[in-house]
Protein backbone atom coordinates (compact mmCIF):
# COMPACT_ATOMS: atom_id res chain seq x y z
CA UNK A 1 0.00 0.00 0.00
CA UNK A 2 1.07 3.46 -0.98
CA UNK A 3 0.75 5.97 1.57
CA UNK A 4 0.68 9.63 0.63
CA UNK A 5 -0.34 12.47 2.62
CA UNK A 6 -3.92 13.53 2.15
CA UNK A 7 -6.11 14.74 4.29
CA UNK A 8 -8.74 12.06 3.30
CA UNK A 9 -6.10 9.33 5.00
CA UNK A 10 -5.50 10.91 8.12
CA UNK A 11 -9.69 11.75 9.20
CA UNK A 12 -8.61 12.06 13.33
CA UNK A 13 -5.52 14.92 12.86
CA UNK A 14 -6.25 18.15 11.15
CA UNK A 15 -3.27 18.29 8.27
CA UNK A 16 -2.71 21.95 7.76
CA UNK A 17 -1.33 22.19 11.93
CA UNK A 18 1.59 20.17 10.42
CA UNK A 19 2.91 23.16 8.03
CA UNK A 20 6.20 25.36 9.39
CA UNK A 21 4.12 28.61 9.61
CA UNK A 22 6.44 30.35 7.47
CA UNK A 23 5.57 28.02 4.68
CA UNK A 24 2.53 27.34 3.02
CA UNK A 25 1.69 23.90 2.48
CA UNK A 26 4.52 22.37 3.94
CA UNK A 27 2.79 19.75 5.88
CA UNK A 28 3.22 17.85 2.37
CA UNK A 29 6.91 17.25 3.60
CA UNK A 30 5.32 15.00 6.91
CA UNK A 31 6.18 11.35 6.57
CA UNK A 32 3.07 9.44 6.21
CA UNK A 33 4.36 6.92 8.71
CA UNK A 34 4.38 9.13 11.54
CA UNK A 35 1.13 10.45 10.21
CA UNK A 36 -0.34 7.24 10.52
CA UNK A 37 0.80 6.87 14.20
CA UNK A 38 -0.88 10.24 15.36
CA UNK A 39 -3.86 9.84 13.33
CA UNK A 40 -4.22 6.87 15.16
CA UNK A 41 -3.30 7.84 18.42
CA UNK A 42 -5.73 11.02 18.20
CA UNK A 43 -8.62 8.41 17.41
CA UNK A 44 -7.70 6.77 20.82
CA UNK A 45 -8.55 10.54 22.40
CA UNK A 46 -11.73 11.84 23.42
CA UNK A 47 -11.31 15.44 21.19
CA UNK A 48 -8.60 14.18 19.97
CA UNK A 49 -5.07 15.87 19.77
CA UNK A 50 -3.45 19.10 18.89
CA UNK A 51 -0.39 19.64 17.41
CA UNK A 52 1.93 22.56 18.25
CA UNK A 53 4.75 22.04 16.31
CA UNK A 54 5.26 19.48 12.73
CA UNK A 55 7.23 20.19 9.65
CA UNK A 56 9.84 23.04 10.29
CA UNK A 57 11.84 25.04 7.54
CA UNK A 58 15.13 26.10 8.71
CA UNK A 59 14.35 29.72 9.59
CA UNK A 60 11.07 28.24 11.58
CA UNK A 61 13.18 26.12 13.60
CA UNK A 62 15.69 28.60 14.14
CA UNK A 63 13.32 31.28 15.61
CA UNK A 64 11.81 28.62 17.73
CA UNK A 65 14.91 27.66 19.33
CA UNK A 66 15.40 24.17 17.44
CA UNK A 67 18.49 22.36 17.84
CA UNK A 68 20.77 22.12 14.30
CA UNK A 69 19.91 18.90 13.34
CA UNK A 70 15.81 18.47 14.80
CA UNK A 71 14.25 15.53 13.63
CA UNK A 72 11.13 18.44 12.46
CA UNK A 73 13.66 19.68 9.92
CA UNK A 74 13.04 16.41 7.78
CA UNK A 75 9.15 15.50 8.83
CA UNK A 76 9.79 12.82 11.11
CA UNK A 77 8.69 14.27 14.46
CA UNK A 78 5.61 16.34 15.71
CA UNK A 79 4.40 17.92 19.01
CA UNK A 80 1.47 17.32 20.64
CA UNK A 81 -0.29 19.87 23.11
CA UNK A 82 -0.29 18.23 26.57
CA UNK A 83 -1.95 20.71 28.69
CA UNK A 84 -2.04 18.18 31.87
CA UNK A 85 -0.18 15.47 33.45
CA UNK A 86 -3.31 12.96 32.51
CA UNK A 87 -3.03 13.59 28.94
CA UNK A 88 0.80 13.25 28.95
CA UNK A 89 0.19 10.11 30.21
CA UNK A 90 -2.08 9.09 27.57
CA UNK A 91 -0.07 10.71 24.58
CA UNK A 92 3.60 8.67 26.05
CA UNK A 93 1.19 5.24 26.32
CA UNK A 94 -0.26 5.29 22.92
CA UNK A 95 2.67 6.59 21.18
CA UNK A 96 4.71 3.62 22.61
CA UNK A 97 1.41 1.47 21.93
CA UNK A 98 2.83 2.49 18.09
CA UNK A 99 6.28 1.32 18.61
CA UNK A 100 7.46 5.29 18.56
CA UNK A 101 10.82 4.83 20.53
CA UNK A 102 11.67 8.49 20.75
CA UNK A 103 10.04 10.38 23.02
CA UNK A 104 10.65 14.13 24.34
CA UNK A 105 8.33 15.30 27.30
CA UNK A 106 8.46 19.58 27.39
CA UNK A 107 6.48 21.66 29.96
CA UNK A 108 3.24 21.76 28.01
CA UNK A 109 3.71 18.93 24.87
CA UNK A 110 4.86 15.76 23.83
CA UNK A 111 7.78 15.15 21.38
CA UNK A 112 6.97 11.93 19.35
CA UNK A 113 9.98 11.21 16.88
CA UNK A 114 10.89 8.45 14.27
CA UNK A 115 13.91 9.39 13.36
CA UNK A 116 16.01 6.50 12.43
CA UNK A 117 19.18 8.20 12.23
CA UNK A 118 18.96 9.18 15.78
CA UNK A 119 19.44 7.40 19.16
CA UNK A 120 16.78 5.14 19.74
CA UNK A 121 14.69 3.71 22.73
CA UNK A 122 14.76 6.93 24.97
CA UNK A 123 12.67 9.32 26.46
CA UNK A 124 14.46 13.01 26.70
CA UNK A 125 13.58 16.13 28.28
CA UNK A 126 12.19 18.31 25.69
ZN1 LIG B 1 9.53 18.55 18.82
Given at each position: ???????L?????K?IQ?A??DL????I?????LL?????I??QI?????I??????IN????????AN????V?V??D?QT????????VV???I???IT??????T??H?D???????E????S
Amino acid sequence: MELTTTQLNFPNIKLIQFASPDLLGSEINMCPVLLSHLNWIAGQIPGGIRITSGYRTINHNKSVGGIANSSHLVGVAADVQTLTSAMRMKVVKLAIQRCITRIGIGKTYVHLDIDREKEDEIIFLS
